[in-house]
Structure formats: C-alpha cells, structure tokens
C-alpha cells in the first residue's frame, strides 16, 4: 500500500493583484472540502503573507512560493530569501519550473542549490521537471528528465529527499492546452519513480508524491489522476479560478 500524499498545488505564476490574490484564496477556503488530498496554494510573493492569513486555519490547505534565492541573503538587489519565505508562512517552494529554466536561465546546478537552500530552511520542494517537444519527439524524454532529476536531487540524503515532492510537466503541454495523456503521464512518472528506486530503494519511491502538471483542467484531471503513479497535479491557467481548482480537488 502506498502512504504517499496526493497534492493538487495551484501555481498562480505572475497573475492577479493582491486584491484579486486574497479574493481567490479566500473563495477556496470558503467551499474546499476536508480531505486527505492536500491543496497548496503557490502565490506571487507579495501575496503570501495576505494568503497566509487567509488560509491559516484550514488543515489540507498550504502556501508555495514559485521561486526563492539560494543564498541565505546579503547583496542581492530584487531578490527574496528562503528565510524570508518561511517568516511569512511558507511551506512549499516551487523550484525549477520550465519558465524559470527557460526565461531565467536556471540550470540543474542552481536549481539544486535552490532546493537545499529550501531544505535547510524547514520548507518542502516541489522541484519541476519535463521536456520540451522536440526532446520527445526525438525520443529522448526519459534520457533528459533522468538529467533533470539526478543533477537536481539525488546528492540530497535519503532524509531530505524524503521531503521533495516532484512535478513533471512536459513543456509542450504547458499553457498550450494540450495534456500528456494519461498513459504518457503514467509512463513517465513510473521511469521518474524508478529512478528514485535505483537512488534510494522502494521504501522511499514509494513515499514520493509525483504530480502531473501541463492543462491540467477539471474536464481531465480525474483520468490523470486516476493513474497508479499520478499522485496529483500542479496547476497553472485552471488554478486562477477557484470553482475549477476545486473540481480538481474533487477529482483526486
Ligand atoms: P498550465 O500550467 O496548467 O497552465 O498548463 C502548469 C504549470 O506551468 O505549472
């Protein structure tokens, strides 16, 4: 029997005001359900410490960065430390995200960095990873995730591996309204859960939350989700609307 957690983590990205940002979390809290499924709500910065408040009373219900700094801080003009993460609520940081990868230049080597900054902070990675469309189409998807997760993660230690949830998050299906499907879904996220096993044993793979995210809606989340190694979804366009986020809540 499996004891890993399914998540349904929202990535807001850069969109919504504070005022927009408060509005959502608080129509969340008011119609989500108690549930063994966790939902984390991943805010801009300047809304967390707002969302923080709002959801603080609800159990399954956590707060995500999409991005923090692996320095602990200092001189580092526009940037946001993990400390300051953690002061405002923060349980989750979203690390290695394909716009993040793409647009800002983030490497395995710094997106590692970033995950054991998050660690040693006492918050909890979610560390993306997924190819672009001409990777898959030359067939070599499994070999570039593999690259993705092994220089991302696996000098962490069994213990704080443990703690890393991971998303993967085929480019092509970001935003772009096309979904893996489920059997796509399935098969990487089982080559993605070998690895752990070849990494750290069974014992932890088995532990190990895998979300599914690329348009994820409440129209296929349910088929996604229904997959033995598909333990949730990280959500971007369907995350902004709360009646949406919610069916997709359900459908875990
Ligand atoms: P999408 O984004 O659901 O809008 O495709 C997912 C993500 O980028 O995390």
Redesign the pocket.
Known sequence: MSHRKNIVAG?W?MNKNYEEGRTLAREIVAKLKPSETLAILGAPYIHLKGVSHIISDINNLHLAAQNCHQEEGGAYTGEISTGMLRSVGCDYV?LG???RRDYFEESNQLINAKVKKTLADGMLPIF?CGEKLPVREAGDHEKLVAQQVKEGLFDLSATDFSKVVI?Y?PVW????GVTASPDQAQEMHAFIRSLVVDQYGEEVADATSILY?????PGNAKELFSQPDVDGG??????LNAADFLAIMDAM
């Open positions: 990535n990205k979203i995200h394909s716009e993306c998303a998050e299906a970001i935003g772009t995210g690329g348009s994820v809606k990280l959500v971007g366009g369907a995350s």
